[in-house]
């Protein structure tokens, strides 16, 4: 069984378009985080849910916006797509915000803007 | 704020090899320490962990020790696979306060074992 599931895992589009990375966990999880690697592999925090909450935005344009309809969902929705977007967009949970066990990511959705 | 610093990349070696990753960090609180590891074309998964000084953590042969004095969580391991060929990241979380669990990572260590 899979634990974080994202769709789609190849998103290939144009810029200026706008489009939706679904991610879900099987885990009972409270919160939930989406990270961006960029080409040289460096992993960065975007986003945190806890409990359908917002807890974390890094400086994040606002042209990303995340959405959390219950706490095993966590979507990721980009306006106005640019070709600076272009990266591995990784969704991942863990038991609560001030846990120290170790998070579990999704296989990661990679974007390409042409 | 937090950070983790890795050692540059790529680390080329021979199957049955020594190998070891070198990864500092700093928190300002009473971090956990991780490594992941991401194989080609897949997720990250969770390779090793240690939540206090001292501890050491060790999974596949792989092995780290949390070193407080040092600020130090280095990856070792006695003889490395080809199938041991992946990006390896060390990584942060500084639970309670402001920081909610989130992880910082090392910026990702290539290996490639050749036969």
């Known amino acids: 069984d899979t634990a974080v599931s994202q769709t789609p895992k190849y998103l290939v589009t144009q810029m200026g378009n706008d489009k939706s990375i679904k991610c879900e966990q099987n885990?009972?999880?409270?919160?939930m985080y989406w990270y961006k690697q960029d080409s040289k592999k460096f992993l960065k925090i975007m986003f945190s849910?806890?409990?359908?909450?917002?807890?974390i935005n890094e400086t994040v344009p606002n042209r990303f916006s995340p959405k959390s309809p219950d706490k095993a969902h966590l979507n990721l929705h980009i306006n106005s797509l640019e070709l600076g977007d272009s990266a591995v967009y990784f969704c991942?949970?863990?038991?609560?915000?001030?846990?120290?066990?170790?998070?579990?990511f999704g296989d990661g959705t990679r974007l390409s803007i042409l | 704020g937090n950070s983790v610093t890795q050692m540059e990349g790529p680390v080329t070696l021979s199957e049955e090899a020594f190998l070891t990753i070198n990864c500092t960090y700093t928190?300002?609180?009473?971090?956990?320490l991780f490594w992941y590891v991401q194989y080609p074309g897949e997720g990250l998964q969770l390779l090793l962990k240690?939540?206090?000084?001292?501890d050491k953590g060790s999974n596949k042969g792989f092995e780290a020790t949390y070193r407080k004095e040092t600020t130090s969580f280095h990856l070792e391991k006695g003889s490395v696979q080809v199938s041991d060929s992946a990006v390896y990241f060390c990584?942060?979380?500084?639970?309670?306060?402001?920081?909610?669990?989130?992880?910082?990572f090392g910026q990702g260590t290539i290996l490639t074992v050749h036969p």
């Open positions: 240690a939540t206090k000084a001292d």
């Open positions: 849910y806890n409990n359908k909450e917002l807890i």
């Open positions: 885990l009972g999880h409270d919160t």
């Open positions: 928190a300002t609180g009473y971090p956990s």
């Open positions: 990584a942060l979380t500084d639970a309670g306060g402001t920081s909610y669990g989130k992880l910082t």
């Open positions: 991942a949970s863990s038991p609560g915000p001030n846990s120290n066990q170790p998070q579990h």
